[in-house]
């Protein structure tokens, strides 16, 4: 073989060989578009909290899912849709500020979590699992269940992205444009639920806001357009599961957290690459300005 | 719109001549009142001006026309309905504070945003829709710098996208907050220059603002200092006596 392909072999290799390997790419990639595609609005709207809060909302649901031996995805699920309910409650009434309320909400539940999971005989295996996921144990049944997700996730996209890029710039503008803040902001909220439900079992529920946030928050400083944002997020993410997955397999770390570390290293490199052009653009601007007076 | 006032028919005029219209309104948030007892008509073509310092209640009663703030008590009617009802007919600018957000919207995209009234969810834009835009932009001169991104726009500038963004809704009654805030003598001019040919086509105007200049080409001004101070043409309401009352002992800027 031509020596110089042979020097690149450790970067496909591991996925010829090992059919697990592959499973994990795919499914990294699945929740790395399904992320994208949420975290794209997410970061719109400066939403990162409330994405934390029902990520670290669900594990409740998990833990007691798996002390019943249910599938853990549905006790996530239920987990997710009290912890929507929760959150919109105090976005909309309480008015103790609310990152205080979301704050306390999501302790509450993550000691809630670990307080049930303890019961459990498996207790440090378990809240493992449950916090830092299982990338490499992903089943074919997880692939089927992450497209379901990832279909559902693009078609709540599709439908309310006017209304959902109005929000992004102001919630009266949405409405007095026709279109319900309440439905949509429950609709926001159903779609990073699901997100999250379908990407804990791979990152764990502490690392999946860092897939929602990091290359969404990398495309908004590439992109001029809400489009190329979601798109360059997609790519960004895909690309962090793929360095991810390498790295780990090659040093032996934790794969889950080798990828969303990248996501975020990725976010870094990218933010200061952009700070020349981004500087130029504020300084190009007052100059124009006086040409056209 | 067209269609309205070219067909215009006597019987018309007096079902529709009241753009506006509110009779004993109690406006505030939730439980908290902040101006009580408010009469006012606005017709096709007018001009309502309301004036007042922070707080006085001028953009409180805005948002209850734009329907954003239900009316604590009385009645109003906006073009025959309740506030809020005809998101194709009425338009809002809010009073914007400089956004400093990141998002990757150009200002282009950030005007044609006010056509989703008309588009909804779904509908693709037609050859209506981008002359909507574009002749806003131009009327606007937010053309200089349509192509950029709305992070990288000064408060001024930012203004007059979002002013271009109402424009383009081709509304029956426009509702702006503070529409000249942040604008030089010509930004103020321009927009003075908008709202009279806005008029001129038969829409309502409202406009909210703390400069007593705005108020010259008003058909009516209402002063409010949290209740109505005066209400009327403006040379009666605008006389020293209502002035002071309205604005304290402060110096109107």
């Given amino acids: ?293 | 719109m067209n269609f309205r006032t070219n067909t215009s028919t006597l019987t018309d005029m007096i079902t529709t001549a009241n753009a506006i219209t509110a009779t004993r309104l109690q406006v505030g948030h939730g439980l908290h009142s902040v101006v009580h007892d408010i009469d006012l008509e606005v017709q096709s073509g007018g001009l309502l001006v309301l004036i007042g310092t922070n707080g006085s209640g001028k953009s409180t009663l805005l948002k209850t026309l734009a329907g954003l703030l239900p009316a604590l008590s009385g009645s109003v009617s906006v073009l025959g309905e309740v506030p809020g009802a005809l998101p194709k007919r009425v338009a809002y600018l809010p009073q914007h504070p400089v956004s400093s957000h990141t998002l990757p919207l150009r200002a282009r995209d950030v005007v044609a945003m006010g056509r989703y009234a008309h588009l909804g969810l779904f509908r693709r834009e037609s050859d209506t829709d981008r002359r909507a835009v574009s002749d806003a932009i131009t009327r606007t001169g937010t053309i200089d710098f349509a192509d950029q991104p709305l992070r990288n726009l000064s408060g001024g500038q930012q203004q007059r996208t979002h002013l271009a963004q109402v424009l383009t809704r081709h509304a029956e009654v426009l509702l702006l907050d503070e529409p000249t805030a942040g604008l030089d003598l010509n930004g103020k001019q321009s927009v003075a220059d908008i709202i009279a040919a806005e008029r001129s086509r038969g829409v309502a105007v409202v406009l909210a603002t703390h400069d007593l200049q705005d108020a010259v080409a008003a058909t009516s001004v209402m002063l409010l200092a949290q209740r109505v101070v005066a209400y009327g043409p403006p040379d009666h309401a605008l006389s020293d006596d209502n002035i002071r009352e309205c604005f304290g002992f402060t110096q109107p800027h």
């Fill in chain 1, 1 to 293: 073989m031509n020596p110089h392909i042979a020097l690149l072999n450790p970067l496909w290799e591991p996925f010829v060989n090992n059919a697990f390997l592959r499973n994990a790419l795919l499914a990294s990639s699945l929740v790395a578009i399904i992320c994208a595609v949420a975290g794209t609005y997410v970061v719109l709207r400066g939403f990162s909290f409330v994405g934390d809060a029902l990520a670290h909302g669900v594990i409740p649901g998990i833990a007691i899912a798996l002390l019943l031996g249910v599938p853990g995805v549905v006790g996530a699920a239920l987990g997710a849709v009290l912890m929507m309910g929760g959150v919109s409650a105090i976005t909309s009434k309480v008015r103790l500020s609310s990152d205080t309320g979301i704050g306390l909400l999501f302790v509450g539940m993550l000691s809630l979590g670990v307080i049930i999971t303890s019961r459990s005989t498996s207790f440090v295996g378990d809240i493992t699992r449950i916090l830092f996921g299982e990338l490499l144990g992903v089943q074919s049944r997880d692939l089927v269940w992450q497209v379901v997700v990832l279909v559902v996730v693009v078609a709540i996209a599709v439908f309310a992205h006017r209304p959902f890029v109005l929000m992004s710039l102001d919630e009266g503008l949405a409405r007095t444009s026709g279109f319900s803040v309440t439905f949509f902001h429950g609709l926001m909220l159903t779609m990073v639920g699901l997100a999250v439900v379908g990407s804990f079992q791979l990152v764990g529920t502490l690392l999946v806001l860092g897939m929602l946030i990091a290359p969404a928050a990398a495309g908004a400083l590439v992109a001029r357009r809400v489009s190329t944002m979601m798109l360059s997020a997609i790519a960004f993410g895909v690309a962090s599961s793929y360095v991810g997955l390498v790295t780990s397999y090659h040093f032996d770390v934790a794969a889950g957290a080798s990828i969303v570390f990248t996501s975020v290293y990725v976010f870094i490199i990218v933010a200061i690459v952009t700070i020349p052009r981004r500087m130029l653009g504020h300084r190009e601007l007052p100059h124009q300005h006086e040409h056209t007076h």
